[in-house]
């Protein structure tokens, strides 16, 4: 199974900030997800990401797959109390190919928490 | 709502004992994702279902089973509860298969006493 570490564990800014989320693996994907998860509810899927060097924008949201296709950032602008939540990357487990069904792995997220 | 649908959303059931949880998928999706939440291990896959027939296990525990009916919707059963097993239950689907955007439900929180 590849792992996902996501950086950081933790984060609390003021609205109005910029942040950054990281997620990295040793091992090479095909693609990777971004979900956020609220409270009491499933995560919600924000972008996949599958070439290397992408680069998708969502609103204030900007999202990066590495060249190596071994890690991504989110990247926030502006941040609002609504962006609150818990940012989890994912990607298929097992084949670099990316074929087959066989799930998603997780990272445990960034647990990110804006103040008004 | 996602239009994937879990119930029930609490569970609260004393050790030994067995429980099923119920998935509806989203209209015309074929596969059902089964993954436990908890705070230790993060979100882990457990099985898949492809119209009707089992595609792919993770880290599901021989205690746990599951099944995807004609209908498609789909039930997690576990049984002999331990209080580790205690965590967030969600179900997810999609139209393919292969590891694209799934949709999840809300989830079912199991607590084990």
């Known amino acids: 199974t590849q792992l996902l570490e996501q950086s950081p564990q933790f984060l609390s800014i003021q609205e109005g900030e910029n942040l950054t989320v990281y997620c990295n693996s040793s091992?090479?994907?095909?693609?990777l997800q971004w979900y956020r998860q609220e409270p009491g509810e499933g995560p919600v899927l924000l972008v996949t990401?599958?070439?290397?060097?992408e680069v998708k924008k969502l609103k204030r949201l900007t999202f990066q797959f590495g060249d190596a296709r071994k890690d991504s950032s989110l990247h926030i602008t502006a941040a609002q109390p609504g962006d609150t939540g818990l940012y989890l990357c994912?990607?298929?487990?097992?084949?670099?190919?990316?074929?087959?069904?066989?799930?998603?792995?997780f990272g445990k997220g960034t647990h990110l928490i804006i103040q008004p | 709502d996602s239009g994937v649908t879990q119930t029930p959303k609490h569970l609260i059931t004393a050790t030994g004992q067995r429980v099923t949880l119920r998935c509806s998928p989203r209209?015309?999706?074929?596969?059902v994702y089964w993954y436990q939440q908890s705070l230790d291990q993060g979100l882990q896959f457990l099985i898949q279902y492809y119209n009707g027939e089992e595609r792919a296990k993770g880290n599901i525990l021989e205690r746990f089973s599951a099944q995807q009916f004609p209908d498609l919707h789909s039930e997690l059963n576990l049984s002999s509860l331990e209080l580790g097993d205690s965590a967030l239950y969600f179900c997810?689907?999609?139209?393919?298969?292969?590891?694209?955007?799934?949709?999840f439900g809300s989830g079912t929180r199991l607590t084990v006493v």
């Open positions: 994912a990607g298929p487990r097992g084949r670099v190919s990316g074929g087959g069904a066989d799930g998603l792995t």
């Open positions: 209209s015309g999706d074929l596969s």
């Open positions: 091992s090479v994907f095909s693609s």
């Open positions: 990401v599958v070439t290397g060097g």
């Open positions: 997810a689907s999609s139209a393919l298969t292969g590891p694209y955007g799934y949709t």
